[in-house]
């Protein structure tokens, strides 16, 4: 008899509290092999979507506190670790965010990413470089992703923004707020939109988002959730969470 694959831990290291209750939903969805997605809520100094607060979130002190409590969580070894923040990365620019990701894989001692990479990595597996993006953020933030992602080669066609400041509001829209902001930010021309805020709540509509918008939606918790399992070498194809898990061809590495 064969036995079961193992299960595959991802650590989530989470800001705040708005929609950190897609990563259980998620554990639901991925099916087998099993996947755990063990989640830590790191200290939020200031829930601002706000420069000057967005970098006291993704410090390197607060995502170094924030892995020593999952490894005394009694999760057991994790695989990969990522900190599920995209403001809180780009925020620090592409060399920054390289950085804080470097520091955090010194601590864990397993590979380690960011929501920001995560999403290079997922518009190279599927072949994206012209995008939409639709951010919670108010524009000052905004832009700073449309700059990290052309530093990336990723064109930005489009940008819609709400203007929210809060993690804590943005984790209050329903899913047809969500669906139809999606279809809203699309452009045309784009091969993808991308949702950006870890405080969406997206994970149970994802296809729904793929079939509202007619070509692939990337989401921030989709992501990152993608990005622990590829860096864990459990890359595999998985029904039920958009174009992204129905790619199983290598894609490339943002910090290759």
Known sequence: MTSPAPAVTVGI??????????????????GTPPVRLPLVHTEMREDAHRVDALLGI??????????????QSGAGPLDSV???CTSGSFVFGREGAAAQVAAL???????????????????????????????TYPDEVAE????????????VLSLSTRG???????????????????????????????LPDTALHTIA???????????????????????GLRL????????????????TATGSTSRA
């Open 13 to 30: 290291l989470y800001p705040g509290y708005s929609a950190e209750d897609d990563y259980p939903c998620a554990e639901t969805l991925l």
């Open 58 to 71: 993704g410090a390197d002190d607060v995502l170094a506190a924030g892995v020593r409590a999952l490894q």
């Open 82 to 84: 990522m900190w599920a």
């Open 105 to 135: 894989e010194a601590v864990a001692g397993v590979p380690a990413s960011s929501t920001s990479f995560a999403f290079v990595d997922a518009c190279a597996r599927l072949g994206v470089t012209r995008v939409a993006i639709g951010a």
């Open 144 to 155: 700073r992703f449309v700059v990290f992602l052309a530093g990336a080669g990723i064109d």
């Open 164 to 194: 929210i400041v809060t993690a804590a509001e943005v984790g209050t829209l329903p899913p047809a707020a969500v669906l139809e902001f999606a279809a809203a930010a699309d452009h045309a021309d784009a091969e993808a939109v991308l």
């Open 205 to 227: 509509q994802l296809d729904a988002l793929d079939d509202r918008v007619g070509k692939p939606v990337l989401t921030a918790n989709q992501v990152s959730i993608w990005q």
């Open 232 to 247: 864990a070498g459990a890359d595999t194809s998985r029904a039920g969470l958009g174009s992204l898990f129905a790619h």
